[in-house]
């Protein structure tokens, strides 16, 4: 089964492009996302979607790896629609809270769209790539920037591992006949610390042998190198460009629209 | 050479010794098999070849560098790989080659040697078409060809593994069983930790572990001789030791050193022809 935003390996022109430049890119679009007035970002949002399709990821696998945070979004538009009245008189629907509401929540999905198209185009390796890439003016001020791109690493292979132990734990509390929805909150929240503590538990025996692992394979803080080498290659800084125009573009717009 | 001379070790110093006293003598390019019931220390063991442990009293040489002393792991960690028993506790990168390469970024090596070791190491564990796969889409053998495959990229002449085929179906265990062989025809030294004596069977040398000391140390056609010695440490014999023994005790004068399954169809073929 396909785990949410993880790397999908297909031959388009968004994967094949320099992961620095993605991830600039992302960076760079987010900050804008969250700035932009509401008219502007439909029409990013457009430009978004068509950069998801021209990377050949179809909307069902976009809507699989958003799925996961359904519920967040409906409670975003909630909270927005419920809450955000101009009358100050709350909680209660209104015309402007809804318009609120969609506004964050298109604002959210364009977030998570943008990383997502980030994660899905290029291998983690590469990320991890561009990020040391960024960060490496900062070994001048000795802060430790492999490490801190292994503990990136690390964390990115946690996740999926997660998920599972607590699908297992999950899985083992039902096979035993408990059912959450018949519990009281007592018992709820019994099952929930239990759940906690199994999941703390097998995390840090994995993160033992993880470590021991680790060492046999002869890792020690500090330097080491990379198998990735990031170019940029005429297409590129050609890339760059029409994103650069695009954004000047947004601006523009973002200046004359309401 | 892998040398172990009188190594003791224990977990914590009041607890139990896991080992006591091993001494045993690995030779370039030897198909080791280690057996013993649970808890005999055969994983305390493998893990001393890699110094991840060190022994408390004796002493570990990997081509003569002890594992003591400290300058000498990187070295030895090269020369003796190590294959842990849940490949999901071993494998760190997202993808098959990044997880083949952390080992060569470790040493530091330049990107296009790394990439060369890593294309290299997917060939020779026969899974270089899985290079840019997730590894969470991967089935579990694949997961331990691709621990495999990280270890050779470090380029040991030894490679250490705990329970390799644990879990797996026969069809996956066949395949580990076969890249181990393979390895071992290009002159890998293996250690293959096992509880299949069917496995064990298949090795040049097997080495029976029980409460942290050497208990048997033979070929595999000695050791599977000793019956009542393995019988009174709870191991039992390879399924076809075991027919083979059965229809000797019957009376029929058969051989009881044939552990593969086609030699021994053959051989009681023949048997069967000649009465």
């Not at chain 1, 760079?28 to 457009?46: D, H």
């Not at chain 1, 809507?63 to 409906?74: E, H, T, Y």
């Not at chain 2, 085929?165 to 069983?177: E, G, Q, Y």
């Not at chain 2, 029980?210 to 595999?220: F, H, I, R, S």
Request: charged share 20%; glycine share 6%.
């Amino acid at each position: 089964m396909y785990r949410a935003g993880t790397f999908i390996s297909e031959e388009s022109f968004v994967h094949r492009l320099d992961a620095r430049l993605k991830l600039a890119a992302v960076v760079s679009l987010s900050v804008f996302i969250i700035w932009a007035k509401p008219l502007t970002i439909l029409f990013m949002g457009g430009c978004l979607f068509c950069a998801v399709l021209s990377a050949k990821i179809t909307l069902r696998t976009l809507g699989q790896a958003i799925k996961p945070l359904l519920f967040f979004i409906v409670l975003i538009f909630l909270a927005h629609a419920l809450f955000s009245r101009n009358d100050g008189s709350f909680p209660g629907i209104s015309a402007s809270g809804m318009r609120e509401g969609f506004v964050v929540t298109w604002r959210f999905l364009l977030l998570i769209t943008a990383a997502l198209l980030l994660t899905m185009t290029t291998m983690p390796a590469q990320i991890i790539a561009a990020l040391k890439y960024f960060l490496r003016p900062l070994k001048h001020l000795r802060v430790p920037v492999d490490d801190i791109a292994v503990m990136i690493m690390l964390a990115l292979r946690m996740m999926p591992f997660l998920l599972w132990q607590k699908d297992k734990i999950e899985k083992a509390q039902l096979a035993r006949a408990y059912d959450w929805r018949r519990s009281s909150l007592k018992r709820r929240v019994g099952a929930f610390l239990s759940l906690i503590i199994a999941l703390l538990l097998g995390l840090f025996r994995r993160a033992d042998e993880l470590a021991l692992a680790m060492e046999a394979r002869n890792y020690a803080r500090g330097e080491r190198s990379s198998f990735v080498v990031l170019k940029m290659k005429p297409a590129d800084y050609r890339t760059a460009f029409v994103f650069a125009v695009m954004l000047l573009i947004f601006m523009a717009l973002n200046y004359y629209l309401r | 050479m892998i040398s172990l001379n009188n190594v003791h070790y224990r977990y914590e110093p009041e607890g139990i010794a896991a080992l006591r006293g091993v001494s045993l003598e690995i030779k370039d390019g030897e198909y080791v098999a280690l057996i013993g019931p649970n808890g005999c220390g055969k994983t305390t063991l493998i893990r001393h070849l890699n110094a991840l442990l060190l022994p408390d009293k004796g002493s570990v040489e990997i081509n003569g560098l002890d594992t003591k002393i400290a300058k000498h792991h990187t070295e030895i960690r090269s020369c003796v790989g190590m294959v842990f028993q849940n490949p999901d506790n071993q494998i760190i990168g997202m993808t098959v080659e990044e997880d083949v390469a952390f080992g060569p970024e470790n040493l530091r090596l330049p990107a296009a040697k790394i990439k060369k070791r890593v294309a290299e190491s997917l060939q020779r564990a026969g899974i270089n078409d899985l290079a840019t796969r997730n590894i969470e889409n991967l089935s579990g053998g694949e997961k331990r060809l691709v621990a495999i495959a990280g270890v050779l990229a470090m380029n040991p002449r030894y490679i250490a593994l705990d329970e390799p085929t644990a879990f797996l179906d026969p069809a996956a265990a066949a395949r580990v069983l076969e890249t181990m062989d393979n390895l071992h025809r290009a002159g890998v030294g293996i250690i293959h930790v096992t509880h299949k004596m069917e496995q064990a069977a298949l090795a040049e040398r097997v080495v029976v572990l029980n409460k942290g000391a050497v208990y048997l140390d033979a070929t595999a056609a000695k050791v599977f001789a000793e019956t009542k010695l393995l019988q009174q440490i709870n191991l039992r014999l390879p399924q076809i030791t075991q027919m083979l023994l059965k229809l000797k005790k019957s009376g029929l004068p058969v051989r009881t050193d044939i552990f593969d399954p086609d030699e021994a169809a053959d051989y009681i073929g023949q048997l069967i022809k000649k009465k």
